[in-house]
């Protein structure tokens, strides 16, 4: 732990101990009630919803880690020619304008598009503790599984390591070397792994692709070798340019695309390609209660009518305008963008961002606030929903929508995770803020014990903090 003054002295001994007990009573309780968020958007049907419950009060800032620049996105703030992108609306390949994180125990771990790396930071004061380098942007997080991270990049691989100290373990690629090109200032191979990865059932899935003229990869790897021949692994060519994080349940993988409608395949074969819907864009996410597999709900096509979230399976249902969703029980909480202000040529500028809350079992809308600024993440954290906005993150309450907690931020929040008591915000600048409480949070070592010395040495500096006569308060970043 990173402190100014951590040095231990015996003045504060005896209520040293006793706050010493209690914080440790308190600290178990609430690991024991924490969670991990182990890949993009906390599991492979990308919800973004975890039961965790997270005590506002306590979320303060605690550390900003801050990237050398921005992250390099694949299509860059001035895409080429887009249908559904003009007046400043965002592309429908906006997919990796942050730093997104994973989060397991005391680790958070995330990849860059600016350093061409997988980094590994201390979750507690947010030390970086090391760095795995590769030939291309990694654009999503890496997903964790059994000590292992798996995560692709534009290398044209999916790369396993170790998550303790990043060390190699495999690195596979359905094209192996293969030519390179210039893309937005970065060199990338004619198939870089933009999908991320979904690691299910000890198998790794993920596609590989850039453009329509050339074939695209969907892969089945095995997690411990990183082999793609045996049962239910494949490498399979497939007709999509898959740009955005690959999803899978039980039985299905399903790919977006970006410019065009989603498409499902299946999970053993990673074949019977099947387009779905009838948007287009890289937000999507699967539920666990529709027909059979659930629903797919991605950001549809952007046009002066602005977004809709469209539901694919046996029924087809709609969010008009909608943009991010996160599902609840019972109840969908759903960004909508719409525009107020008419324009030349019909189009519409002067956005406005609402957040609504649907009832799922009619479609009815329960409530709906305007947001302050906006959005562009939102994510559920048992009975709070975290919104991404403009120089702010907040916490809405699920009752009626109002605002319990903002926080100020530097740029755009893209990206939330909520993982062992903390939350964290990824923008796009560079930076990742971690909120949480210093004081109630200690390193633990991998049974789940406390580290005495550490607590010790941490209280020592509590009790300073508190005490009118000193003034040794620590920084935790």
């Given at each position: 732990?990173?402190?100014?003054?951590?040095?231990?002295?015996?003045?504060?001994?005896?209520?040293?101990?006793?706050?010493?007990?209690?914080?440790?009573?308190?600290?178990?309780?609430?690991?024991?009630?924490?969670?991990?968020?182990?890949?993009?958007?906390?599991?492979?049907?990308?919800?973004?919803?975890?039961?965790?419950?997270?005590?506002?009060?306590?979320?303060?800032?605690?550390?900003?880690?801050?990237?050398?620049?921005?992250?390099?996105?694949?299509?860059?703030?001035?895409?080429p020619w887009d249908a559904w992108s003009y007046n400043g609306a965002v592309p429908m390949r906006d997919f990796d304008a942050a730093l997104f994180v994973t989060v397991v125990g005391e680790e958070v771990f995330f990849g860059s598009s600016v350093t061409n790396s997988v980094h590994c930071l201390n979750a507690i004061n947010g030390l970086q503790k090391w760095f795995y380098r590769v030939d291309g942007a990694v654009r999503f997080p890496p997903s964790y599984a059994n000590g292992k991270l798996y995560f692709g990049s534009d290398d044209g691989y999916v790369h396993c390591i170790n998550a303790a100290d990043g060390s190699f373990v495999w690195k596979y690629s359905p094209m192996g070397e293969s030519r390179v090109l210039f893309n937005n200032g970065n060199f990338t191979t004619m198939w870089p792994v933009r999908t991320g990865t979904a690691v299910m059932d000890e198998k790794v899935y993920f596609a590989a692709g850039l453009v329509p003229w050339e074939s695209s990869y969907l892969c089945s790897v095995d997690a411990l070798t990183g082999s793609a021949s045996g049962t239910g692994l494949y490498k399979n060519t497939?007709?999509?340019?898959?740009?955005?994080?690959?999803?899978?349940?039980?039985?299905?993988?399903?790919?977006?695309?970006?410019?065009?409608?989603?498409?499902?395949?299946?999970?053993?074969s990673?074949?019977?390609?099947?387009?779905?819907?009838?948007?287009?864009?890289?937000?999507?996410?699967?539920?666990?209660?529709?027909?059979?597999?659930?629903y797919v709900f991605g950001t549809g096509r952007f046009s002066a009518h602005g977004y809709r979230l469209e539901s694919y399976g046996d029924r087809i249902a709609s969010q008009a305008d909608g943009k991010y969703m996160v599902v609840g029980e019972g109840f969908s909480y759903v960004i909508t963008e719409s525009f107020n202000v008419e324009t030349v040529k019909g189009y519409k500028t002067n956005m406005v961002h609402n957040l609504k809350a649907i009832d799922r079992s009619d479609g009815s809308e329960l409530w709906s606030v305007v947001c302050n600024t906006r959005c562009f993440d939102i994510v559920l954290a048992d009975d709070t929903i975290f919104v991404g906005g403009v120089s702010e993150v907040a916490a809405h309450s699920t009752v009626d929508g109002s605002v319990l907690w903002p926080k100020p931020v530097n740029g755009q929040v893209r990206g939330l995770a909520v993982a062992n008591s903390s939350l964290f915000a990824s923008t796009d600048t560079g930076k990742i803020y971690m909120f949480g409480s210093p004081f109630l949070q200690s390193d633990f070592n991998k049974s789940g014990m406390v580290d005495l010395v550490d607590l010790m040495t941490l209280m020592n500096n509590f009790l300073d903090c508190t005490d009118p006569l000193t003034a040794g308060c620590y920084e935790a970043n």
């Open positions: 732990m990173n402190y100014q003054n951590n040095k231990y002295t015996g003045k504060h001994t005896a209520g040293l101990v006793a706050v010493s007990i209690f914080l440790a009573v308190l600290i178990s309780v609430q690991s024991a009630c924490a969670a991990d968020w182990p890949t993009y958007r906390l599991d492979n049907a990308r919800s973004g919803a975890t039961p965790e419950a997270l005590v506002l009060s306590e979320l303060n800032q605690a550390w900003v880690y801050s990237a050398p620049s921005p992250p390099k996105r694949a299509w860059g703030d001035d895409p497939v007709s999509s340019t898959p740009t955005g994080a690959i999803l899978a349940s039980a039985t299905k993988l399903y790919l977006t695309e970006g410019r065009f409608k989603p498409i499902c395949y299946d999970r053993t990673g074949g019977g390609a099947v387009t779905i819907g009838v948007g287009a864009g890289v937000f999507a996410l699967l539920t666990s209660d529709g027909p059979s597999e659930g």
